[in-house]
Structure formats: structure tokens, C-alpha cells
């Protein structure tokens, strides 16, 4: 006796019992919060690593004299970076700067610049000054140039006095009238009437403070707490400075210094009068 065939698929699915996929995913969510809760316990119960234990950064702290010594080469103003610039060495060729004309925007500019022949011309950055020697570089109070590939620095002479204008009407104007407190004073008087204290920081010379004892003070120019940081381009960094200072004090030497004069830095140039 033949049984259909449909009628045997029928008898199977019915010993078959349906499949419950809600039951499944339920299943294999709790599989899933116990294994996490493994990794927990076994967290909770095993700090120490395969790299010893965790300890998190502890904070560098300096002592006082390493503090002392940061912050004392410290300038947050910038205020040597470009007097030292080049170098500092002050060239010793017959050139004299009459006027610098710097470019913000380019970096660039010009410089009047008269050469051993005392003729004055204006020289672009860049240019030839006299053979072998061009502009490299201006600054507000002095000019780099380039002699055989070594950097030079020529400063501007702010000694002389400026010449009065002429007033409004087309009127002649009189006789130039000096700048109050600035004047050519004699090597005598400068060494007569200034005196010099080291300024000492973490037992080094940083500067010289001057101190008035005459009337060459004022009218060279300085100001009372006065700081020389720098002559001729060179910082100020011992006692043998001061020396060599003195020594170039003498009747028609050149002198550019670099003062500090509170928060602010000038520069006081100095051409000395014979005796």
C-alpha cells in the first residue's frame, strides 16, 4: 500500500517542535552579560598587569636655584635678539649710517650710508655698499652687512644733534638749537662723571647701573637707572667688560650702547670730543 507523499511531510512536521527565536536571543543576551560580568570581577580582583602596577604621571618640580636659572635666561620681551643679531661684531671700516628705512611689511628697506669718501647714498637691501661689502639687513638703530661672507654691524649715530624746522610762514629759520640733555661730552668728563655698579644675577654680571656724579651725565644722554646691557653689540657679562668699557673711552672713540631704561630698551650712541 502506497502512502502519498504529502501526507508523510505532514506526520514529519508534526513530530518536529517549532523553533522559538525569542527564547534564542534571550539566550544569547545572558551569555553575553555573563561573560561581561567575568571581565568585570577578574578587573576588580586583578590590578596588577603583565607591566607591574598603574601609577599615573606625577608632576616635575624644580628647585629653587634651577627655577633662578631658567627664568634668569629667560627674555620674554626679546629684547637682545636683535642687537645680537649677526653676531655684534661692530665693523671696522669708515662707513657712517645717516638714516634707516625699515619695511614691516617686506622686511626689508634701505639705509644712507656714507663711505670713507664721506658721499652719502641710499642703499637697498641687498646692494653693494663699496666692493666686497653689501647690505644685509637693517634694524631701527643699526645695519647688518655682508664683508666676505662674515656679518658686520655699522650702528646709526644718535649723538648729533637734530636741526630745528622752519617755522609755518616761510620765515628763515634761526641757528639749529641743540636736543635738551643730549650733547658730545669729553672722554674726562664721561669718566669723570659717571659712575658704573654691577648688576649682579644669580652671581653673574648682566649689566652695568649707572650712576650720575656730574653734569656729562644728563647731557650725554642717560637717564637715571640707567642699565648698559650692551657695548657695541656685545652683552655685558663680567667685570672685564666694565675694563674694556673704560678702555674705549678716549678722545674722538665711537660708542654705541644698549640701555635698559625701565620696561623699555634705547640705544645711546656716543662720538667723544678730544680734551
Known amino acids: 500500500m502506497r502512502v502519498p507523499f504529502g501526507h508523510n511531510i505532514r506526520n514529519l512536521g508534526g513530530r518536529l517542535r517549532p523553533i522559538d527565536w525569542l527564547s534564542g536571543v534571550e539566550k544569547l543576551l545572558l551569555g553575553l552579560v555573563a561573560v561581561q560580568c567575568a571581565r568585570l570581577v577578574w578587573v576588580l580582583l586583578t590590578p596588577v598587569g603583565s607591566f607591574g602596577p598603574w601609577e599615573g604621571r606625577q608632576a616635575q618640580l624644580l628647585s629653587m636655584t634651577e627655577r633662578q636659572a631658567l627664568f634668569a635666561s629667560f627674555d620674554p620681551f626679546f629684547r637682545s635678539g636683535a642687537q645680537q643679531q649677526g653676531g655684534g661684531v661692530v665693523t671696522s671700516l669708515a662707513l657712517k649710517v645717516y638714516g634707516i628705512r625699515l619695511n614691516e611689511g617686506s622686511g626689508l628697506g634701505s639705509a644712507i650710508v656714507a663711505g670713507p669718501d664721506g658721499v652719502q647714498n641710499s642703499f637697498a637691501v641687498g646692494e653693494e655698499i663699496m666692493p666686497g661689502v653689501r647690505l644685509k639687513a637693517v634694524a631701527f638703530d643699526h645695519i647688518t652687512i655682508d664683508r666676505g661672507g662674515a656679518e658686520e ?123
Open 153 to 275: 654691524q655699522v650702528f646709526l649715530d644718535q649723538s648729533q644733534p637734530v636741526p630745528a624746522a622752519a617755522p609755518a610762514g616761510g620765515a628763515a629759520a634761526g641757528p639749529p638749537s641743540p636736543v635738551p640733555g643730549i650733547d658730545n661730552p669729553t672722554a674726562d668728563s664721561l669718566k669723570r662723571d659717571i659712575g658704573y655698579t654691577p648688576r649682579t644675577q644669580n652671581g653673574r654680571v648682566t649689566g652695568l647701573i649707572l650712576t650720575a656724579r656730574g653734569p656729562a651725565f644728563q647731557n650725554a644722554g642717560f637717564m637715571p637707572g640707567d642699565i648698559v646691557t650692551q657695548v657695541d653689540g656685545q652683552p655685558v657679562g663680567s667685570m672685564d667688560d666694565l675694563q674694556a668699557l673704560q678702555g674705549k673711552i678716549m678722545p674722538g672713540a665711537h660708542i654705541s650702547l644698549t640701555v635698559e631704561r625701565g620696561a623699555a630698551v634705547s640705544s645711546v650712541n656716543l662720538t667723544l670730543q678730544g680734551q
